[in-house]
T-cell receptor, first 110, second 112 residues
Framework: EDKVVQSPLSLVVHEGDTVTLNCSYE??????LLWYKQEKKAPTFLFML????IEKKSGRLSSILDKKELFSILNITATQTGDSAVYLC??????????FGQGTTLQVKP | DSGVTQTPKHLITATGQRVTLRCSPRSGDLSVYWYQQSLDQGLQFLIQ???????AKGNILERFSAQQFPDLHSELNLSSLELGDSALYFC???????????FGPGTRLTVL
């Protein structure tokens, strides 16, 4: 059965800290790995990774995929209170459906 | 704002009833996906349509059905509602099946 596992499930840090969120997956006909941020509403898209070893960056956020070891990490540097959210990892199959992990709840304290 | 719209935002109904949730994809997107998010199950894929045809099914209950119309909007029909159907229902869309999915604001369904 397809599954995606995220760790840790929750994290509390202080502003300015760097955090690393983990995502491992086992998905038949894997196509890509996506990261979303959810703040009590719809998930908003962060990254889509299809190639192993190529880092994607957007401001203070970056992510990388390892297709051999079947995992991805999301890094957030110099965290701000506005980064507080649930971060969702999802693996897509060739059909396009997304299999989501449980999410990591990040709280950034001032 | 992702460009995906969903109506209604909130829906409160009783057990045994039937409801219809509506989704309009982003302009140009052919693929529509429905997801259910509950506290204990997280985000679960229900069903996918591409240009009017069903493309993939997840753990969608037989009491639930969906369709995508010629104008590409989609409806999710939930019938014989049970308390456990209370959840957030999201619609997402993408240009093609393998492209990034963008999520709508969701419909919060409460079954009393």
């Amino acid at each position: 059965e397809d599954k995606v596992v995220q760790s840790p499930l929750s994290l509390v840090v202080h502003e300015g800290d760097t955090v690393t969120l983990n995502c491992s997956y086992e998905v038949t006909n894997f196509r890509s790995l996506l990261w979303y941020k959810q703040e009590k509403k719809a998930p908003t898209f962060l990254f889509m990774l299809t190639s192993s070893g190529i880092e994607k960056k957007s401001g203070r956020l970056s992510s990388i995929l390892d297709k051999k070891e079947l995992f991805s990490i999301l890094n957030i540097t110099a965290t701000q209170t506005g980064d507080s959210a649930v971060y969702l990892c999802a693996a897509s199959s060739n059909t396009g459906k997304l299999i989501f992990g449980q999410g990591t709840t990040l709280q950034v304290k001032p | 704002d992702s460009g995906v719209t969903q109506t209604p935002k909130h829906l409160i109904t009783a057990t045994g009833q039937r409801v219809t949730l509506r989704c309009s994809p982003r302009s140009g997107d052919l693929s529509v996906y429905w997801y259910q998010q509950s506290l204990d199950q997280g985000l679960q894929f229900l069903i996918q349509y591409y240009n009017g045809e069903e493309r993939a099914k997840g753990n969608i209950l037989e009491r639930f059905s969906a369709q995508q119309f010629p104008d590409l909007h989609s409806e999710l029909n939930l019938s014989s509602l049970e308390l456990g159907d209370s959840a957030l229902y999201f619609c997402a869309s993408s240009v093609e099946t393998r492209d990034t999915q963008y999520f709508g604001p969701g419909t919060r369904l409460t079954v009393l």
